[in-house]
């Protein structure tokens, strides 16, 4: 199976801060990485296609890069609704595998 | 507006067997999608299951692959999970997700506890 770890696994920022996550594969998974954002108690929700497509209808302020084994997604300037937990997931391969999650707080 | 929901037991016995069904609305099940179940526990975070195509193909999670079974069922536009010899580690909340651009389409899961 091809692992998939992120970091840092939760971090606290203010409204406005940028906010970096990272996401390593075991190998390589090529650009076929997504990232999700989710809310307690609600299913995940693709921001992410493709290493750094946009999903229709989300923010721009959300944009991620990478390929190979190393990933990034990126809030420009965190908003009250972006807390959340985020996830990266590798579809290069079956069984596709998530990462641990990053929750971010409000500092 | 494509729209996944779950259904099925909330509560099984162990070794029993559980079984959900994801009905889908808004898109067809034999459109070119490949149509998902997912889980997700505090301590295991998010698990993908398998998934299945309209023609009956499937790929499941090594981990998981001897007690897993998927089926479609185009006439209602649904797809069906059936896991076996259930224990407490099965305990979860349980997603189907469409595999678009990503996991683009969830249904709003459903909590399934393994307990006598």
């Known amino acids: 199976d091809i692992q998939m770890t992120q970091s840092p696994s939760s971090l606290s920022a203010s409204v406005g801060d940028r906010v970096t996550i990272t996401c390593r594969a075991s190998?390589?998974?090529?650009?076929?990485l997504n990232w999700y954002q989710q809310k307690p108690g609600k299913a995940p929700k693709v921001l992410i296609y493709?290493?750094?497509s946009l999903q229709t209808g989300v923010p721009s302020r959300f944009s991620a890069s990478g390929s190979g084994t190393d990933f990034t997604l990126t809030i420009s300037a965190l908003q009250p609704e972006d807390f959340a937990t985020y996830f990266c997931?590798?579809?290069?391969?079956?069984?596709?595998?998530f990462g641990g999650g990053t929750r971010v707080e409000i500092k | 507006q494509v729209h996944l929901q779950e259904s099925g037991p909330g509560l099984v016995k162990p070794s029993g067997t559980l079984s959900l069904t994801c009905t889908v609305s808004?898109?067809?099940?034999?459109?070119?999608?490949?149509w998902n179940w997912v889980r997700q526990t505090p301590g295991k975070g998010l698990e993908w299951i398998g998934e299945?195509?309209?023609?009956?193909?499937?790929n499941y999670n090594p981990s998981l692959e001897s007690r897993v079974t998927m089926s479609v069922d185009k006439s209602m536009n649904h797809f069906s999970l059936e896991l076996t010899s259930v224990t407490a580690a099965d305990t979860a909340v349980y997603f189907c997700?469409?595999?678009?651009?990503?996991?683009?389409?969830w249904g709003q899961g459903t909590l399934v506890t393994v307990s006598s």
């Open positions: 190998q390589s998974v090529s650009s076929s």
């Open positions: 997931q590798q579809s290069y391969r079956t069984p596709f595998t």
């Open positions: 997700a469409r595999l678009g651009r990503g996991f683009d389409y």
């Open positions: 808004g898109d067809s099940i034999s459109s070119t999608n490949w």
């Open positions: 493709a290493a750094s």
């Open positions: 299945i195509f309209h023609g009956g193909n499937t």
